[in-house]
């Protein structure tokens, strides 16, 4: 997080320094909006920062992402390293659109080379929010404290109608067994309703993932190729 936002969550402030950060925000979500705006539809990656090439997540990850932007979707992801930089290289290197959403941490995160187009966020819950706003699709892979929030955060929207019941694909069965788990311990007890496991797939099949998407976005939603709209350039809007 960056110094203002630490400072912010540190409780209340005085009302002039709390004006000035809610200004800071709007102008980072009017960045990120007018940015991302002629993207999509996109299909969102979440993973680990951590992961080097020739991991076994990094290169699924690489070939899922290509066989996705083969359907016509952009891959979007936070723009960094690792899962996030495995996932745009695929969508590039099978001629598909891959931008990203990047923000900077004092380790870690850096802008990976593989995007035709990202928007630097300074506030986490902004760059959370542009991600899932222009998504059609979400693909969990293997990763830490900040890949199960992203997770968790879009299966609430979809489990409270907030947006649209798109389809959520967790790869890795191995690695994400626990979460399943617990997701069955939930609904045993009454946390989560009965149907609420059925609102993502749980799958180590990149062909079963691809066509779990196709299904449910495509044809669900009747996609049609978006007509090219001329950007403005003094609205901050990128191609």
């Known amino acids: 997080m960056t110094k203002p936002e630490i400072k912010f969550l540190e409780g209340p402030q005085s009302r002039w320094k709390e004006f000035k950060f809610t200004v800071s925000v709007l102008f980072e979500f009017i960045k990120g909006l007018r940015a ?21 997540d990094y290169e699924q990850a690489r070939e899922l992402s290509g066989k996705i932007a083969q359907l016509g979707f952009t891959i979007l992801t936070g723009g960094g390293p690792g899962i996030m930089e495995a996932a745009n290289r695929g969508a590039r290197e099978v001629g598909g659109r891959s931008v990203g959403c990047n923000i900077e941490l004092p380790h870690e995160q850096y802008a990976n080379p593989y995007m035709d187009k990202w928007v ?37 929207l979809i489990q409270t109608k907030m947006i649209s019941g798109f389809p959520v ?71």
């Open 36 to 56: 991302l705006h002629f993207v999509g539809p996109c299909v969102t990656v979440f993973g680990s920062a951590r992961f080097k090439e020739g991991h076994p």
């Open 169 to 239: 694909v967790i790869m890795d069965k191995e690695f994400h067994k626990n979460i399943m788990a617990h997701n069955e311990v939930m609904k045993a007890n009454g946390t989560i309703s009965p149907g609420d496991t059925d609102l993502f797939l749980f799958t180590d099949d990149i062909e079963e993932a691809v066509a779990y998407i196709q299904n449910n976005t495509i044809k669900r939603y009747k996609l049609q190729p978006k007509k090219k709209v001329k950007p403005f350039a003094w609205l901050f809007e990128g191609k």
């Open 120 to 156: 630097n966020i300074k506030y986490f819950f902004v760059r959370k929010t542009l991600l899932i706003k222009y998504s059609y699709a979400f693909v969990v892979m293997p990763g830490g404290f900040g890949t199960l929030d992203e997770y968790f955060e879009a299966i609430t």
